[in-house]
């Protein structure tokens, strides 16, 4: 409704400020006002490749069509942005009963969070939950989980800290097929730093989803943080080397002036944007809706 709208455009108000678009109204098209506006997009962290294109096609498009005024070309810019993103919309992939949803992203970027928010989402639809706490590299990574199972009312598997994280994997399997669940959201680990450490792990954790459900996992979520700017968009490119990731849940919009970032991931990932989320509290996630974001950059 209109007040989930409004508490999206709240959380998109920093990014919103830095770039401005108010500013650049009722003003000529002239070189000074594609200049400053590239300047804004790339504050935003729009990217500078993204930002270049998109000025290059707004110049061109301006002279074809003999754009005189600025309000003209930011209506132009906005159906731009609306079509590029429209590429990066996605839904969640849950036709398999049960579905299992590995999900994958940087210590800190918001990955438990997303877990809990994504299971009180499922759970509300109708769907059984359940969360299998395969980063068993810290105590506090499965202690954070149980919070957001209870919170979200979902069942939680574990093992004590140190288990191997496939085997939390093939016991939370074994547990649902026995009670007949539909989902099965899986935490790993966040170690980006031991690269190799991390592959093995998540393709032995594949392995034991695929041996169990052919074709699954069915979702390869990658949880970024939306703060980190275009360091998000090279942990994607890492975590691509690792594995196919199937989209992307883009945390924290609330309180970032780069929530351009959004525009950079798309055009550059070319990976899904199923998930934004825009708060800590567990009802702060939402589906992305380019519409509902580009409208909101431009209000
Ligand atoms: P993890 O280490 O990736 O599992 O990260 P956590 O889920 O523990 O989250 C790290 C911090 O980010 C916590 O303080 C969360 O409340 C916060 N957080 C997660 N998602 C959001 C969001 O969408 N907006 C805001 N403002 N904070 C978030």
Known sequence: ??????????????????????????????????????????????????????????????????????????????????????????????????????????????????????????????????LAAADTFRAAAIEQLEVWAERAGARIVKGQEGTDPAAVVFDAIQSIKAKGEDVLIVDTAGRLHNKQNLMKEIHKIKKVIAREFPGQPAEILLVLDANTGQNAISQAKTFKEITDVTGIALTKLDGTAKGGIVIAICNELKIPIKFVGIGEKIEDLRKFDPNEFVESLFE
Do not use: H, Y
């Open 1 to 130: 409704g209109s007040k989930i709208l409004k508490s999206f455009k709240e959380g998109l108000k920093k990014t919103r400020d830095a770039l401005g678009l108010s500013d650049f109204a009722g003003r000529q098209v002239d070189e000074s006002l594609f200049e400053e506006l590239e300047e804004r997009l790339i504050l935003a962290d729009v990217g500078v490749s993204t930002t270049l294109k998109l000025i290059e096609e707004l110049r061109k498009e301006a002279k074809k069509k003999k754009i005189k005024t600025s309000d003209e070309l930011l209506e132009i810019m906005k159906e731009k942005l609306k079509a590029i993103l429209k590429n990066c919309k996605g839904e969640l992939n849950l036709t398999e009963k049960p579905s299992v949803i590995l999900v994958l992203g940087v210590n800190g970027v918001g990955k438990t969070t997303t877990i809990g928010k994504l299971a009180k989402q499922l759970k509300d639809s109708g769907l059984s939950v359940v």
